[in-house]
C-alpha cells in the first residue's frame, strides 16, 4: 500500500485536500484504484505514514494542518498541525473514523513502530515557546489504538521556528529498548532511549552520525540488521545515503549514495523490505519547490539491479558512540 494527499499540499483550502491509498498486488506493477482513508472539513489532512500491526490492522498517521504564524520568537496561538489516525482491519478496504491523537502543531509525520510488548509508537516534534523551537514526543497506545497516550517532551534546547528536536524516528532494539534519531541543526542525529514502550524517554544526547538539517528513517531487516537511509551533512539534502549496522548502531558500513544529482534533491526518505533482501526507498523530491512536491521511490537489492546490501568504499558513518 501507498498512502499520500491529495489532489493538492496543505497550502490548499481546508477540505480540499484529504489521506488516499492504493494497493498493489503484483510488486509495483499495477495499482487498484484509489481509497480515499480520511477527509477532513476544517484542515489539509497531510503527509501520511503507515504500520501494519502484528494482528494484521493498517494505522495510518497524518497531519491535520491549519495554519502556521510566527510572531518575534514563538509561534503564535492559532498555530496548528494536529496528529490524525485512522486504521483498517481489512486490508485498506475500509476505514475507520479518523482519531486525534495529538493537539498542537507538528510538521511531519515519520514513521511508527509495535514493540514486541504491543505498544503501538508515533514519534514526532511539536513547538513549545519562550523561546519558540520544537521538542520530541511520542503517543502511545497499548491496546491497539485506543486510547493514546503522551509521552515526557524530549528538549534540546535552540530558538527559531526550525530549531530544536525536530522530526524523529523511532525503531526497537533487540534488548527491547526503543530507539529514537532526532534531526537536529548540529549536524549530526541526536538520540533518546525509551525503557517501557515509549512512554518516557532519556535526556537526548548527540550521536556522531552526520546528518544535514533533515530526518532520517530506520528499519530492521530479515537478517536482523539496521538500515537507516538519510541526508548527509555535507550534500545536505541533494544527495540520499543508505548505510546497514550489525550491532544495534553503534557502527555502520560505508555509506551507498542512492540518489546522486538528482535535480530537486531527494529527502524525507521511508525505506521498507518488502521481501529478504529487497528494500523500497520512497523521498520527497521538489525541483519546483515545496508548494509542488513530488514522491518518488526506488527500489533495490540482489537481483533488482542495484545491490544495495554491498558496501561502498565512497565514505564512512560515524559510530553512534556510547551506546550500551
Not at 498512502?3 to 497550502?11: E, I, L
Not at 537511509?229 to 550489525?246: D, G, I, P, Q
Amino acid at each position: 500500500m501507498t498512502v499520500y494527499s491529495t489532489p493538492g499540499s496543505y497550502h490548499s483550502k481546508p477540505g480540499a485536500t484529504w489521506i488516499a491509498g492504493r494497493v498493489t498486488t503484483d510488486g509495483g506493477k499495477t495499482w487498484a484504484p484509489e481509497r480515499v482513508i480520511a477527509r477532513h472539513p476544517d484542515c489539509q489532512p497531510s503527509h501520511p505514514s503507515v504500520l501494519t500491526a502484528r494482528d494484521g490492522v493498517v494505522h495510518v498517521f497524518y497531519l491535520g494542518f491549519k495554519k502556521w504564524k510566527w510572531i518575534d520568537e514563538n509561534p503564535a496561538d492559532e498555530t496548528q498541525s494536529d496528529m490524525w489516525t485512522a486504521r483498517s482491519s481489512d486490508n485498506g478496504a475500509t476505514w475507520s473514523e479518523p482519531r486525534l491523537i495529538f493537539q498542537g502543531y507538528t510538521g511531519t509525520s515519520n514513521g511508527a513502530v509495535e514493540t514486541r510488548s504491543g505498544h503501538l509508537i508515533v514519534p514526532y516534534s511539536h513547538y513549545v515557546k519562550n523561546p519558540g523551537r520544537l521538542v520530541c514526543q511520542t503517543s502511545v497506545s497499548t491496546d491497539g489504538g485506543n486510547p493514546w497516550s503522551l509521552s515526557n517532551d524530549i528538549d534540546i534546547g535552540g530558538a527559531g521556528n526550525h530549531d530544536g528536536a525536530l522530526e524523529p524516528c523511532v525503531l526497537s532494539l533487540r534488548d527491547d529498548r526503543v530507539w529514537m534519531l532526532i534531526r537536529t541543526t548540529h549536524k549530526v542525529f541526536w538520540e533518546s532511549f525509551s525503557s517501557d514502550g515509549g512512554r518516557t524517554w532519556s535526556a537526548a544526547r548527540a550521536t556522531t552520525i552526520d546528518a544535514t538539517s533533515a530526518p532520517g528513517h530506520l528499519t530492521r531487516l530479515a537478517d536482523g540488521r539496521i538500515a537507516l537511509v538519510w541526508n548527509r551533512a555535507e550534500t545536505k539534502r541533494t544527495e540520499l545515503h543508505l548505510a546497514l549496522s550489525a550491532d544495534e548502531g553503534r557502527t555502520w558500513t560505508p555509506s551507498l549514495n542512492l540518489a546522486q544529482g538528482t535535480p530537486g534533491g531527494a529527502t524525507y526518505p521511508f525505506v521498507l523490505e518488502v521481501e529478504p533482501g529487497e528494500l523500497w526507498i520512497g523521498y520527497h523530491n521538489v525541483p519546483k519547490g515545496w508548494n509542488f512536491p513530488r514522491a518518488r521511490h526506488l527500489q533495490g537489492g540482489p537481483g533488482k539491479g542495484q545491490a544495495i546490501y554491498q558496501r561502498s568504499p565512497r565514505c564512512e558513518v560515524g559510530a553512534r558512540g556510547g551506546a550500551k
